[in-house]
C-alpha cells in the first residue's frame, strides 16, 4: 500500500462519505417522489372506478328521470284517467294505457303458463333424466338458444307460426270450443292467424330456454346427499323431485321464475311481428290486441304531435316500473338463495 | 304386504307417467327451438350470396340488392356501443371487487345493475331518444350507439365483477408485499388473472346488442342508403330485418331472412367463442 498523506487520505474519506451520503439521499428522495406519484396514480385510478361505479347508478337514475319528463305531458293532460281509458286515438289526441297494459299483462301471464311447466321439464329431463352423454351439449344447447335475438322469434312467428295457426290450430280451437260457455268467448273470432294467443306462444318459446337454463342451474344445487337419501328410503324418482328438490330450491325457482317474467313483459320483437298492435280489447285470445312494447315500437317513430310522443312515453314509463318491481322481487328471492346457500 | 306392493306399484306408475310428461316436454321444446333454427336456415341461405354482402338494399319492389348498408351500419354500431360501454363497465366492476368489495354502495350497485341487466331494451331506446336525440334534433348513429352501450356496462360490470372475485387474494396479497401499489396490483395482477372471464364478458356483450332491435328503431333508425356518417340515422341488420319482413315485397322478405341468419350465425359465434374462451380461461 503505498502512502497517502494523512491530509489526503481525510479528504479522500470525507468525499467518500459525502457521495455515498448524497447518494442515498438522491435515492431516498427519487423514491419519495415514485411513491407519490404511484400513490397519486392509486387515488386516481380508484376514484375513476368508484365515479364509474356511481355511473350504473346514474344511468338507472337518469332513465327515470327521461322518462318522467318526457311523460309529464300526457300525465298533465290525462291525469289517472290515462291507466284505465281504453281509447288510443291519435286523430283526436285521446290516449289511454289501458288495452296495452292489459295486453302486455296477459300476454305474459299466458306466456308464463305455457312455458314454465315445460321449462321445468326440460330442467327435470337435464338433471334426473338426461342420458349422461347428452347432458352438456343439449344443456350448451338451450344456453346458446336463450342468447339469439328475439327479432328471430319474432320473423319466424310471423312467417311460419301465424299462418300455421291460422291454418290448423285456431279452427281446431274454435271447433272445439266454440259451443262451451265461457270458453267460447276466450276463442270467438275469425282464426286470423296473428292475435294474443300467438303473440303468447312466441313469447313462451322465447322464454323457455331461459327459464330451463335457470332452472336447471338451480336443480343442481341440491345436495346429491338429499336425494340419495330420498331414494335410499323408497322413494320413486318423481317423489324425490316433488318432495326434495323443488321444495329445497323453491325460492330459487320462483326467482328464476320471475326474471323470465321480467324479459317477457318487456319483449318488443318477438311480440310486435304477431300482436296486430289493436288497440282494443277483447275477451278472445283469438283477435289482434297490443302490449305496452309492441305500441311503443310501431308508433313511436310515426307519432306526430307532442302529446302522442309523451304518452308512448309514458307508456315505456309504466313498462319499466312493472318490469322493475318484477326484476327486483326476482333478486331478492335470488339474493336470499345465495345467501342460504353461503351459510 | 300384497296392499303395500300394489300401492308401491301405484306409485312407480305415476313417477313414470310424471317422468315421461317431463321427456315429452324436453321433446316438444328442443323440436321447436331446433325448428325455428332450421327454418332460419332454411329461408336464409337462399339469398345468401356475395351480393348480399356488396349491394346496398334495394328500394321497394325491386329485385337484387343486398344488405351491405345494413352489415356495415350493424358493425359500426355494435363496435361503438361496445368501446363506449366496456371501460365503464370494467371499472365500475373493478371499484365493486377491489377498493369497495365490502362497500355498501356495492351491494347497492350490484342490485340495481342486476336489474338492469334484464330491464327492457326498447325503455333504453326511450332514455336515449329523450337525452340525445330530441336535444339534438335528429336521429344518429351516435345515440343507437349509445343505447347498445347502455345495455352493454350491465353485462361487462356482472362479469368483471364476478371474474375479478374469483382471482386468490394470495395473488393480490404477494403483489402489495413486494411494495406494488393498490391500482398496479389491480392492472396488472388482477386483470392479468381475470383476463380470459373478462373477454369473455365482452363477447357476450357483443352477441347480445348485435341483435337488438328495439332500442335502435328510435335512436339509430335506419337508412335505406351507405352511410358511415355518424351523425346521421344509419341503418343496421335488426331494424332492416324489421321493415323488410312486414313488407309486401317478396325481395325484401328474403332479404329479412338472410339477414336474420346472418345475426343469428353471428350471436351463436360469439357466445360459443365466450364460452370456449370461459371455459379455457378456468382451466388454465
Same mark, same amino acid.
Given at each position: 500500500m503505498s502512502y497517502v498523506p494523512e491530509t489526503d487520505r481525510r479528504r479522500v474519506e470525507t468525499l467518500v462519505d459525502m457521495t455515498i451520503h448524497d447518494a442515498t439521499g438522491i435515492a431516498a428522495r427519487s423514491r419519495a417522489r415514485v411513491l407519490k406519484r404511484l400513490g397519486r396514480g392509486d387515488a386516481v385510478f380508484r376514484a375513476i372506478t368508484k365515479a364509474s361505479a356511481i355511473g350504473v347508478l346514474i344511468v338507472l337514475g337518469a332513465i327515470f328521470v327521461s322518462l318522467i319528463m318526457g311523460s309529464a305531458l300526457a300525465f298533465q293532460t290525462f291525469g289517472f284517467d290515462f291507466f284505465v281509458t281504453e281509447s288510443w286515438n291519435p286523430v283526436t289526441e285521446n290516449f289511454g294505457a289501458r288495452a296495452p297494459i292489459v295486453g302486455t299483462l296477459v300476454t305474459s301471464f299466458i306466456a308464463m303458463l305455457i312455458a314454465v311447466p315445460i321449462g321445468l321439464g326440460i330442467a327435470i329431463f337435464l338433471t334426473e333424466l338426461c342420458p349422461p352423454i347428452l347432458r352438456r351439449p343439449i344443456g350448451i344447447a338451450i344456453e346458446l338458444l336463450a342468447g339469439v335475438p328475439s327479432i328471430i322469434y319474432g320473423i319466424w312467428g310471423l312467417f311460419v307460426f301465424a299462418p300455421f295457426m291460422q291454418e290448423y290450430v285456431q279452427p281446431a280451437l274454435i271447433g272445439a270450443f266454440g259451443n262451451v260457455p265461457v270458453l267460447s268467448s276466450l276463442f $270467438? +273470432? @275469425? @282464426?286470423? +292467424?296473428? +292475435?294474443v294467443l300467438t303473440a303468447s306462444l312466441i313469447l313462451a318459446i322465447m322464454v323457455l330456454p331461459f327459464i330451463s337454463a335457470i332452472s336447471r342451474d338451480v336443480f343442481e344445487t341440491v345436495p346429491v346427499l338429499l336425494k340419495e337419501s330420498a331414494f335410499g328410503i323408497g322413494c320413486t324418482t318423481w317423489e324425490v323431485i316433488r318432495s326434495v328438490v323443488i321444495p329445497y330450491t323453491s325460492v330459487g325457482l320462483l326467482g328464476g321464475v320471475m326474471l323470465g317474467l321480467g324479459r317477457a313483459l318487456g319483449e318488443t320483437m318477438a311480440v310486435t311481428f304477431v300482436i +296486430?298492435? $289493436?288497440h282494443r280489447l277483447s275477451t278472445s285470445l283469438l283477435a289482434p290486441g297490443t302490449t305496452i312494447s309492441a305500441t311503443i315500437a310501431n308508433e313511436f317513430t310515426e307519432a306526430t304531435g307532442d302529446l302522442y310522443t309523451s304518452s308512448l312515453i309514458a307508456l315505456g314509463l309504466i313498462l319499466f316500473i312493472i318490469t322493475f318491481i318484477v326484476l327486483a322481487l326476482a333478486r331478492l328471492l335470488l339474493m336470499r338463495l345465495e345467501k342460504s346457500a353461503g351459510s | 304386504m300384497a296392499k303395500d306392493l300394489r300401492k308401491y306399484g301405484g306409485r312407480r306408475r305415476t313417477s313414470t307417467f310424471v317422468l315421461g310428461l317431463c321427456w315429452l316436454a324436453s321433446g316438444i321444446g328442443i323440436a321447436v327451438l331446433f325448428i325455428i333454427l332450421l327454418t332460419l336456415v332454411y329461408r336464409g341461405?337462399?339469398?345468401?350470396?356475395t351480393l348480399v354482402l356488396t349491394q346496398d338494399v334495394p328500394p321497394p319492389g325491386a329485385t337484387g340488392g343486398g344488405l351491405r348498408n345494413a352489415i356495415v351500419g350493424s358493425l359500426i354500431l355494435t363496435f361503438l356501443g361496445t368501446a363506449i360501454g366496456t371501460p365503464i363497465g370494467i371499472l365500475a366492476g373493478t371499484y365493486m371487487a377491489e377498493?369497495?368489495?365490502?362497500?355498501r354502495m356495492t351491494h347497492v350497485v350490484r342490485f340495481i345493475n342486476d336489474i338492469l341487466l334484464s330491464a327492457p331494451s326498447i325503455v333504453m331506446g326511450l332514455f336515449v331518444y329523450g337525452i340525445m336525440v330530441r336535444p339534438m334534433g335528429h336521429f344518429s348513429a351516435y345515440a343507437g350507439a349509445a343505447s347498445l352501450a347502455v345495455l352493454v356496462i350491465p353485462i361487462v360490470v356482472r362479469t368483471t365483477e364476478n371474474m375479478l372475485l374469483l382471482v386468490p387474494d394470495q395473488l393480490r396479497e404477494a403483489a402489495s408485499a413486494i411494495g406494488m401499489p393498490r391500482s398496479l396490483v389491480i392492472r396488472h395482477v388482477a386483470y392479468k388473472a381475470a383476463m380470459a372471464g373478462m373477454i369473455t364478458g365482452v363477447l357476450l356483450a357483443v352477441a347480445r346488442i348485435s341483435g337488438e332491435t328495439a332500442p335502435l328503431l328510435f335512436t339509430a333508425l335506419n337508412n335505406q342508403f351507405f352511410s358511415t356518417d355518424l351523425n346521421a340515422p344509419m341503418s343496421s341488420l335488426p331494424a332492416v330485418i324489421f321493415q323488410f319482413a312486414l313488407s309486401p315485397y317478396e325481395r325484401w322478405q328474403d332479404l329479412a331472412w338472410t339477414g336474420a341468419l346472418l345475426i343469428t350465425a353471428a350471436v351463436l359465434t360469439l357466445s360459443i367463442l365466450a364460452r370456449w374462451l370461459g371455459s379455457s380461461g378456468v382451466k388454465s
Open positions: $270467438a +273470432g @275469425p @282464426p286470423y +292467424g296473428i +292475435g +296486430g298492435n $289493436a | 341461405v337462399g339469398s345468401l350470396s377498493y369497495g368489495r365490502h362497500a
